[in-house]
């Protein structure tokens, strides 16, 4: 095989759409909330949820990170993060809150599309992330270290000039940390793909699946949400649907656990160059993705719905 040709290349091409789609969203948004503390708004918007964000020992200010989340994938809140002033501490809780949160419009309806309601996955998504925060500001270390971003004191940006020196800097910082990982990402997919490692991968997790309350036949996907995500894996994912190599019983199963822990690398890597530790934010997904599921079960079982095992489509039709 022609590395550089068949691996290399597409995974730069590739790449380099993604890093400006991308990159297409964050900057106008970096340069909004830049201009949003420069005039005050920021601090405006404390003032209103101090008490609300207070539980998850957040500063009221970085409700607008959190509400971008929901709406836009994680790169477009980490760019708001990297315009304002926050602690480690804010900084891990933030990451957790966030990395469950985000897209959530478009990653839902990905689910939606292979077996579980949209709106139950986005409540799902949404009350866990809340009570993730509240969880982590009653267990996390008060002291965790100085602020990890420093927006430029108001006393030195006395003009529009400023503002945008200041936004060009860290965009520019940003826009570097994207390229770097989407294009390594791109480089680790298409090898696992050339070589045939997914579906033998598949295999060896089967005792890690049973441990999250898994089918082993979700082993393909579940390793699919875990590299490349909801938004992008949706294709792959719903192929298997519709192959009938997964039951809707057993991809609504994964889909409860994919909404608290999925594109494990991509996401953590983005905050772990930020500053975080990998063990605080990847330890709380697997713990919250492993409950869900167990307690998705245990209800259930307790409405006498058991998880049907994997039924070819000709079975399927013959049944209709």
């Keep these: 095989m022609n590395f550089f040709k068949e691996v290399i290349n597409p995974s730069l091409k590739k790449s380099g759409h993604t890093a400006i789609w991308l990159l297409k969203i964050i900057l106008p948004i970096s340069l909004a909330v830049r201009f949003l503390g420069y005039f005050g708004v ?133 826009a570097l940390v994207i390229i770097f990982i989407v294009t390594s990402l791109n480089i680790l997919y298409i090898v696992l793909e050339k070589y045939d490692l997914i579906s033998k991968l598949s295999k060896w997790i089967e005792p890690i699946l049973k441990f999250f309350g898994l089918p082993t036949s979700t082993g393909f996907l579940w390793l699919i949400g875990y590299i490349v995500g909801l938004a992008y894996g949706g294709a792959l994912m719903a192929d298997q649907m519709e192959e009938g190599k997964v039951s809707k019983p057993e991809a609504d199963l994964l889909n409860y656990h994919l909404a608290v822990s999925h594109s494990v690398i991509e996401d953590n890597l983005l905050f772990v160059a930020l500053g975080v530790s990998i063990w605080w934010i990847l330890g709380t997904r697997l713990v919250g993705s492993w409950a869900v599921v167990w307690i998705r079960r245990g209800y259930l079982k307790l409405r006498g719905r058991s998880i049907t095992p994997v039924v070819s489509l000709q079975t399927e039709k013959v049944r209709k």
């Design 42 to 174: 920021l601090n405006f918007i404390a003032g209103f949820l101090d008490p609300v964000f207070g539980y998850m020992g957040l500063p009221g200010s970085t409700a607008i990170v959190f509400i971008t989340s929901i709406f836009l994938p994680l790169y477009a809140p980490i760019a708001i993060i990297t315009s304002m002033e926050i602690t480690l501490r804010e900084l891990t809780i933030l990451a957790l809150m966030c990395q469950i949160t985000h897209n959530l419009p478009v990653e839902c309806a990905v689910q939606a599309k292979t077996g579980t309601s949209f709106w139950a996955v986005f409540v799902l998504r949404l009350i866990t992330s809340l009570t993730v925060g509240v969880v982590l500001n009653l267990i996390l270390p008060l002291e965790m270290g100085m602020p990890m971003f420093n927006r430029t004191a108001a006393v030195e940006i006395v003009s529009i000039g400023g503002v945008f020196m200041a936004w060009l800097k860290s965009s520019l910082n940003i």
